[in-house]
């Protein structure tokens, strides 16, 4: 690990805190002009989703109907009824997106796929990055909004399920992430900033509580106007 991941892992609550949990059940509200592309405005809205840290694994509830959730892992995706019954499955999930653009319609298992990996890595990053199959280098920093920001390039092993191979984490001075920059493979729409903040403290893990996903336009600059994702945390449990 470089020195910048050791101190951006510290800094939101330590590996040996984190290692002590194996799963975090967060309630949240998402909205963004995103879910209406794709046709699935509503859906997240108030939901809770439960990920397992250990391994990649998440849960939203309710998905689509009070009484299903979905059911997120790399190689597949399913929707379930609270008994655990299948209402729908598919194998290798990301295959589906191929050729798809922003405006590309989804269906449910695309919705879950998306949402399953996304909010999984957002919960486990930065911890995940000590395992030794992840790759990190320090980039230059930069300045943004009169703050100078740390650059943490992180390259995804291929077994997990992600935007893309290669992400960007722009850190503060405290070592709390403060911008994350990507290009979803499964979107193909271009480069996204992704911008935490409100920390919180849950269970001696600092969470930021607002996050906001805008379109990049020339040179990075996120083009703020436009609110691809947002995502408001309510309560993080961990165990």
């Known amino acids: 690990m470089t020195d910048l991941t050791t101190t951006v892992i ?14 975090a059940v967060v309630q949240f509200h998402s909205g963004g002009a995103l879910w209406d592309l794709k046709g699935k405005g509503g859906v997240l809205d108030s939901s809770t989703v439960r990920i ?36 729908a499955e598919r194998f290798d999930p990301r295959a589906a997106f191929a050729g798809h653009t922003l405006e590309t319609p989804w269906d449910d298992l695309h919705l879950a796929y998306f949402a399953g990996y996304a909010m999984w ?30 650059r943490l390039q992180v390259t995804f092993p291929s077994r997990i399920a992600t935007h893309a191979p290669e992400q960007v984490f722009y850190y503060d001075e405290a070592g709390l992430l403060r911008r994350h920059d990507y290009a979803a493979e499964v979107l193909n729409a271009g480069p996204a900033a992704h911008y935490s903040s409100d920390y919180k403290e849950f269970g001696g893990i600092m969470v930021p509580t607002k996050r906001r996903v805008y379109p990049q336009g020339e040179g990075g600059v996120a083009i703020r106007d436009i609110e691809l994702v947002t995502i408001d945390i309510d309560h993080v449990e961990f165990s």
């Open 10 to 23: 510290d800094a939101h609550g330590g590996l040996d805190r984190y290692s002590r949990y194996r799963t």
């Open 52 to 87: 397992d840290l250990d391994r990649q694994y998440a849960s939203h509830s309710p998905f689509t109907a009070p009484d299903l959730h979905s059911s997120f892992a790399a190689q597949r995706v399913a929707v379930e009824n609270s008994a655990g019954d299948v209402q």
């Open 121 to 150: 890595t957002y919960l486990t990053s930065p911890f995940i990055f000590a395992s030794p199959d992840f790759k990190t280098e320090e980039l230059e920093p930069v300045t943004e909004d009169g703050a100078t920001l740390r």
